[in-house]
């Protein structure tokens, strides 16, 4: 049997969530929300390692149509981001139209209509949205021998909470924002911590504290109060994108703080070297901790600069020759951005792939709709990371954008809508050209955000607000439309 309904979305993470809500208070009720596990939460479910928490302000890190008094902390950890998307899921009866254990296989445009295919059925609709987050498909290095490893490997994003590491010789390879998490939370419980860093990280000091239960009262009883906090907290994020994106010669004054606090946090002069980017801030994703050096600063954590070159039985051997003696190998290497199996899943017309229409690279109007793909819409498409703010405010405005569509093809009684391939591409040349004197291509770093061919198809390069304002109206007359 084949299901149909008007609309499908995919995921139910932030974005899947925020949009069946919003498809639902809009009286949207013929669709349906697949989901490969068997909860929401996304990212926010598969990412369970010691220490996990958001790097954002939580109470930016939220929707603003369902805020919440009772985050613990300025920051919060997963398990509570977690159990707010359950929360929001069930306050906002999303739940009885998600369809759990229902793993997407393909998307396919045929005969005026999508054609999806899951693990356990098939589903026809009008629109597809999709809410695959980039943070979804774990990356895995290369090593050669690494299937010949007698020890336990896994990934951070898929930690194997079975294993005891008490007393083991670890390995971790990469020192992104997921590491820099795990490593102090296990370093006390290993025997040998040896992590492996290609490129360090800028780090800078963690604003965090606990949330008094005066100030959780004070948002129950006065949500102005709490929204207000929100907006502070927002500007200030914001004015940093002067720094990343308009003037990066304020960055070389922020580093002053991240060389300062590595300086004041680690005194070997030896250790602080290897832990010293060659490149300016901001560059590669800013991290933030306050225990993440005192950790690598300890006796039992060797950090190893040397590339890896075999994964023998019982170890890994470095370039220079030296052979590290450990048990357990854990991947930091963070996800598959550039490379969304997406690319591979979803078929427009004429049974072009994404990864066929993207041969220049990702490339969307708006970060939202794909020439060659009608009638189909991606939440945190590309270039619409952030290295500065919220996610979350970004996704709300795709969902505005995608919500007044909707309403659009109803008033006009649409039965298609694909953006027209010259708006696209006058878009996208204005987001590189846009690109360009921005400290993530001119910091002096390799990083994540670019794609194999060096360009950066993953970041906003402006202000959230003027892409919230670009994302206001959906105008049909960048669209070929078809009538009903």
């Not at 793909?373 to 405005?397: A, K, Q, R």
Request: charged content about 25%; overall charge negative; hydrophobic content about 40%.
């Amino acid at each position: 049997m084949t299901e149909q309904h008007r609309i499908v979305v995919i995921g139910t993470g932030f974005a899947g969530i925020g949009m069946a809500v919003r498809l639902k208070q809009a009286g949207y009720d013929d669709f349906v929300v697949l989901e490969r596990a068997d909860d929401v939460g996304g990212t926010w479910r598969d990412n369970t390692y010691p220490g996990c928490r958001c790097d954002v302000p939580s109470h930016l890190y939220s929707f603003s149509f369902a805020p919440n008094p009772d985050w613990s902390s300025t920051f919060s950890p997963q398990p509570e981001i977690e159990d707010y998307l359950r929360n929001v899921t069930d306050a906002f009866g999303v739940r009885p139209h998600i369809r759990f254990g229902h793993a997407v296989e393909s998307a396919s445009w045929e005969d005026g209509r999508w054609r999806v295919t899951t693990g356990a059925g098939d589903f026809t609709a009008d629109i597809v949205l999709s809410g695959m987050g980039p943070l979804a498909e774990p990356s895995y290095p290369k090593l050669p021998g690494i299937e010949d490893f007698e020890g336990e490997v896994f990934h951070s994003a898929r930690w194997n909470h079975d294993l005891n590491l008490s007393g083991r010789k670890v390995a971790v390879i990469g020192t992104g924002a997921s590491a820099i998490q795990f490593v102090p939370a296990i370093q006390p419980e290993v025997e040998e911590l040896h992590l492996f860093q290609r490129t360090p990280p800028w780090v800078m000091p963690r604003p965090d504290r606990k949330i008094t239960p005066a100030e959780k009262m004070l948002y129950r009883r006065f949500p102005l109060v709490q929204k207000a906090i929100r907006a502070g907290i927002y500007w200030g994020r914001e004015s940093m994108v002067l720094g990343f994106a308009k003037l990066p010669a304020i960055m070389k004054q922020a580093q002053k703080v991240a060389e300062k606090h590595l300086a004041h946090q680690v005194r070997d002069p030896l250790l602080r070297a290897k832990l010293t980017p060659d490149f300016t801030l901001g560059c590669k994703r800013v991290l933030i901790s306050d225990d993440y050096y005192p950790a690598v600063a300890r006796p039992n954590v060797e950090v190893v600069t040397d590339g890896i070159a075999e994964v023998t039985p019982t170890g890994i051997i470095t370039d220079d020759g030296v052979k590290h003696e450990v048990d357990t190998i854990i991947y930091g290497t963070g996800f598959k951005v550039t490379d969304l199996p997406v690319m591979d899943m979803v078929h427009g017309r004429d049974g072009v792939s994404l990864r066929e229409a993207w041969t220049d690279g990702m490339e969307a109007h708006l970060g939202t709709a794909i020439a060659g793909f009608p009638n189909f819409f991606m939440l945190i498409g590309p270039n619409t990371g952030l290295g500065h703010s919220s996610m979350v405010f970004m996704i709300e405005s795709q969902i505005a954008y995608i919500l007044d569509a909707l309403k659009t093809m109803d008033a006009q009684g649409l039965r298609e809508v694909e953006v027209r391939r010259e708006v696209q591409r006058a878009f996208v040349d204005g987001v590189r050209a846009s690109m360009q004197n921005t400290i993530w291509t001119r910091g002096g770093c390799t990083s994540w955000y670019l794609d194999s061919e060096g360009r950066n198809t993953t970041l906003w390069p402006s202000f959230t607000f003027r892409f919230r304002r670009l994302t206001r109206r959906f105008n049909p007359a960048e669209y070929q439309t078809l009538a009903m």
